[in-house]
């Protein structure tokens, strides 16, 4: 953008040498693997024990698991199913617990308790001998070696393998009682009871990510930039953290920023390339993100003064690299974050107005740029 006063005006671009670039691009690059190898939350300490089959002693037992494991520090929740599915065993539908148990009579001989993370990737299976089945004494040697087997797992000192637990589903299992008056959960009404043990394959980490955001952006003289995105790109799903590689489409609405000599009308249209990691269990976690890529810039000058004036309008192209850091809401389906925004652009650019001959800087953005921003993702 150029204006005239007296002897005209120019615009004057200053780019970032190549050194600064580099240790720029560095200490960002440094921060970003930092980030992603840092853990952002504390361990969930909620366990889920399913009872499947047992009848008229799961008062009991549910009596002195919470006993057992308040010792632990955790927090507990029990329920009932009729058949153990090897879906659930072998899926990652967590609802919240780092740790999944079932509870398998297998006659009154022994009992098969099962173990599983959160996101179906550990497991372990164990087989506890019985005198006279659940009885009194059975009871308490069941949940004696439940929950000292529970710490043992969450430390990573037992593990079964997934072949393992897979020859396990191959044995017959005792027939169904009759279910409780009042059972943890109902199945959905469209989905229909399975007999025994059932297998479906387990769901891939992989999957494609979409979403929607609103950002906004201060840029010091330039004033206050906002206005929507969307987000396209693929996600990976791994035990505690959840990566993904997005485009981001940006579009801010035209605002105006008024200098001293000169006022400004900016509409501005972008693009980015993000790498985002997120905390993967559900419930409240820490999201983070880094990445690059450039705006372009619409301007339209307005003299302030009648002894000034502006020539046509322009557009910059304007490459930056940014990163962001908040707090997210993690569901089943999707998540909803809020961000701290900081963008740096590689490019100082400045508008200069000439006053018989002599330069003076007006609306020159900042170098370092925050903001806050909305986001929704899917799934």
């Known amino acids: 953008m150029r204006m005239l006063r007296g002897s005209g005006s120019v615009r004057v671009p200053r780019r970032v040498t190549g050194s600064r670039l580099l240790s720029t691009v560095f200490c960002l690059a440094l921060g970003a693997m930092l980030l992603v190898t840092t853990p952002l939350h504390a361990d969930d300490r909620t366990v889920r024990v399913t009872l499947v089959g047992i009848g008229p002693e799961r ?17 507990l929740i029990t329920g009932w199913q009729p058949t153990l599915r090897v879906d659930e065993v072998l899926g990652s539908q967590a609802e919240g617990a780092e740790l999944r148990i079932w509870l398998v009579p297998m006659g009154e001989a022994r009992a098969r308790v099962y173990f599983a993370d959160a996101t179906g990737e550990r497991f372990l299976v164990r087989d506890i001998p019985l005198r006279d089945g ?30 393992e637990i897979q020859r396990t589903f191959a044995e017959p299992t005792p027939a ?25 394959p387990q769901p891939s980490p992989w999957g494609i990510r979409g979403g929607a955001e609103y950002q906004a952006i201060h840029r010091g003289a330039e004033g206050t930039s906002h206005g929507p995105g969307i987000l396209l790109g693929v996600s990976y799903r791994g035990q505690r953290r959840r990566l993904s590689l997005s485009l981001q489409g940006r579009y801010d609405w035209p605002h105006r920023a008024v200098g001293d000599e000169v006022t400004l009308e900016l509409e501005t249209v972008g693009m980015r390339l993000i790498l985002g990691v997120a905390s993967n269990p559900p419930g409240f976690g820490w999201v983070a993100r880094i990445g690059a890529g450039w705006d372009r810039v619409s301007y339209t000058p307005r003299t302030r003064t009648d002894a000034a004036t502006a020539r046509q309008g322009g557009a910059d192209s ?8 908040g707090g997210a809401i993690q569901g089943r389906r999707g998540s909803i974050a809020a961000l701290t925004l900081l963008e740096l652009p590689l490019v100082d650019t400045h508008y200069d107005v000439a006053v018989q001959g002599t330069h003076r800087t007006d609306l020159a953005p900042w170098r370092v740029q925050p903001g806050l921003g909305l986001e929704v993702t899917w799934p």
Do not use: C, H, Y
């Open 134 to 163: 659940l009885d009194e004494l059975g009871r308490e040697r069941v949940v004696q070696i439940l929950s000292s087997s529970a710490q043992a797992f969450l430390a990573r000192s037992l593990n079964s393998s997934r072949e």
């Open 176 to 200: 169904d009682p009759p279910p409780p008056t009042e059972p943890a959960w109902v199945p959905i009404a469209d989905e229909k009871p399975v007999a025994g043990i059932s297998s479906q």
């Open 318 to 325: 304007r490459p930056l690299l940014g990163f962001g850091m």
């Open 59 to 75: 008062v009991a037992i549910e009596e002195l698991l919470r006993e057992w494991f308040e010792l632990g520090a955790f927090d």
